[in-house]
């Protein structure tokens, strides 16, 4: 195929690869942000300049309806639940010494080495493959939704039961707990009579849950 | 455009979310990592997608739906990951993922019983409501 011969080289990049270039080192250095900050909460809040980069790389693809979809999911939803997961365990304001375990540094040697072959694997198998992205979009929302309805209707069909059932798995996982807590602190009192053992009972419990708290 | 370029980046925003998932402490920070992950890999998928529709002859534009797929599942695993993660703080007080090691055999074990502990005190007194019930 005559694409390869007639690839550019990397040294004259076009203004779509110059831009590429540009928001994807805002994407990476935001992410590494993401791993590295020992603020629970910016940590969220540079995930959302990451995710946001991401989008814009999916425009500058010409992916137009993956970039909104990655805007109203991610940034939209995703990382105002993981704000709120934050919040919902107590998570430190400010810093907090022990946001990284032990094994960092086993951690980055891996991450290192992982980076390194993919990097040298992937650059060498694509380095003349070029993308064409003159002419009609490939990922207009027109593209997409017909194929996504007639190709991939089956897909999308038990797609949508995965997120029924894990939407009332979430629900589940949420209430079990808290119905517990409510059985547990009701039984003591609705029988009556035994005073002194039901004091001593709460007490404990009540302990119990501070402690766990 | 080269595909070299969303190429690289996605390989390196999958180390970046690799080293997050490895070391990382807060289970909260862990699942951020995880979504990294999976964002490289949608940018793969995009990628290739266009490169494939342009170079190919049919192709059904199975990466970008796989793309769709990939962000709804990724929805569904965040909120089931952090209703896991809230029972967990709820019932341990801790959301740390270090201190769950219930089930780790070694010679640690008695390294971290202070969850254990105060489980096993909130498992008896509600034993005892029970009994007494």
Known sequence: ?213 | MHLAYPAVLSALLFCTGLYGVLARRNAILVLMSVELMLNAVNLNLVAFDVWLTRAAIETLHSGQALTLFTIAIAAAEIGIGLAIVLAVHRNRGTSDIDRLRDAAEGPDDDLDDGPDSDAAARAQAAGKAEATA
């Open chain 1, 1 to 213: 195929m005559s694409i390869a011969a007639a690839s550019p080289g990397f040294l004259s990049p076009t203004g779509v690869e110059i831009a590429f270039l540009l928001v994807g080192l805002v994407t990476f250095g935001a992410a590494l942000v993401t791993v590295t900050t020992r603020q629970l909460v910016h940590a969220a809040l540079w995930l959302v300049v990451a995710l946001g980069g991401l989008a814009v790389e999916y425009l500058l693809l010409t992916a137009e309806f993956i970039a909104w979809v990655q805007v109203l999911i991610y940034v939209g939803s995703v990382v105002v639940l993981l704000l709120f997961g934050l919040m919902l365990t107590k998570a430190p304001i400010g810093r907090s010494p022990d946001a990284d375990s032990g094994n960092r540094w086993a951690a980055l040697l891996v991450a290192g080495a992982a980076a390194a072959a993919l990097v040298w694997v992937v650059v060498d198998a694509f380095r003349t493959t070029w993308i064409d992205l003159d002419g009609a979009a490939v990922g207009t929302t027109k593209v997409t939704g017909e194929s996504l309805f007639q190709n991939w209707v089956l897909p999308f069909e038990a797609l949508s039961v995965l997120l029924l059932a894990a939407l009332v798995g979430a629900i589940v996982l949420s209430r079990k707990a808290k119905a517990d807590a409510a059985a547990s602190s009701r039984a003591p009192q609705e029988r009556g009579d035994q005073g002194a053992d039901r004091s001593e009972d709460r007490n404990t419990d009540r302990s119990a849950q501070e402690g766990a708290r």
